[in-house]
């Protein structure tokens, strides 16, 4: 597979009410062959399979009390979180809803959409408009660039909550999954200070629980003295599937081994442009309705479990 653009979903990706078909979605949502094949690689997707599989996971969650936005795509992308093992996806919503009940003043400023203005001005993390050669989207955050005086963690948090959210909703990002680029340039005493272990275990419970998306691989770049301090505190909470997919690079042609270049902004040796974050934030804008039901999904399931 090879690296390229693809543009960002639009709101037209939840308009769409078609019924599921063999490959999960909706026939102009239709997975490419590439990834069709991948998704029988990953969770042995096939023809007929997610149709009685959507059927027996919406009746799972009925049984569980578990109320959520009542269209296939939605179904679709937790069912590929669990792999299509209904019961492993009805564990992923449950970890996915139990950190907006568990971790509130982490999701305060997902709406309005405003609130994000002053982070994403700031330029601390993007998504890449385009694939690696895995057909991953490029998750990137830049740890140096945080001024805790301006931004605090919490709101660094949920401005990459939405970007993640967003991504989540596309059928290729579903299968294929994310790659993290961690940037410590910069990074210093002041940001170090400023985060507490829960902020920190809150970002490892996001990803290796609960956030129906695939975090595929890690890769450090830029590391000061600092990270190594903060990764061995954290390292006994991180699990051992995740600890082997993370990697920390001496140079971004180090780097490139793993990412390519032409999915990089060139401020990482990259041929993708400069970095910037404008693209993603306004293909957010388009899914404030849908952010919405998801916030409500949330209350609506508060204390449920």
């Known amino acids: ?121 700031d330029l601390l993390h993007t998504i890449m408009p385009y694939r690696d050669k895995h057909g991953r989207r490029v998750y990137i955050y830049r740890s140096g660039v945080w001024d805790p005086d301006n931004v605090t963690f919490e709101q660094g948090f949920a401005t990459g909550y939405k970007i993640l959210e967003m991504v989540s909703l596309e059928p290729k990002t579903q299968v294929a999954g994310i790659t993290v680029v961690f940037d410590g340039r910069g990074f210093s005493f002041k940001q170090f200070s400023s985060v507490s272990l829960e902020n920190q275990l809150v970002v490892i419970n996001l990803v290796q629980q609960g956030f129906p998306l695939w975090f595929r691989s890690f890769h450090v770049v ?35 081994e793993h990412v390519d270049p032409e999915a990089l902004p060139e401020e990482y040796g990259g041929t993708a442009g400069p970095f910037e974050n404008s693209n993603c934030q306004k293909a957010i804008q388009e899914f404030e309705d849908y952010f919405q039901e998801v916030q409500e999904m949330a209350a609506n399931n508060k204390g449920k479990f």
């Open 222 to 256: 830029n590391a000061p003295m600092l990270f190594s301090v903060g990764y061995n505190i954290l390292k006994p909470f991180v699990a051992d599937e995740y600890k082997e997919n993370i990697h920390f690079h001496s140079s971004y042609k180090s780097l490139h």
């Open 1 to 121: 597979m090879r690296a390229g653009h693809d543009p960002f979903p639009t709101a037209a990706i939840l308009r769409n009410s078609g019924v599921v078909g063999a490959d999960g979605v909706a026939a102009d949502e239709a997975l490419p062959e590439e990834y069709s094949l991948m998704a029988k690689c990953y969770f042995g997707e096939g023809e007929e399979v997610m149709e009685r599989l959507v059927d027996e996971f919406k009746e799972a969650l009925r049984e569980e009390g578990i109320t959520t936005p009542d269209y296939p795509h939605f179904y679709v992308k937790l069912l590929r979180s669990g792999k299509l093992h209904v019961n492993t996806s009805v564990k992923v919503v449950k970890n996915y809803l139990r950190q907006f009940g568990s971790y509130p003043s982490y999701f305060n400023d997902v709406l309005p959409f405003h609130k994000s203005d002053h982070v994403f001005k």
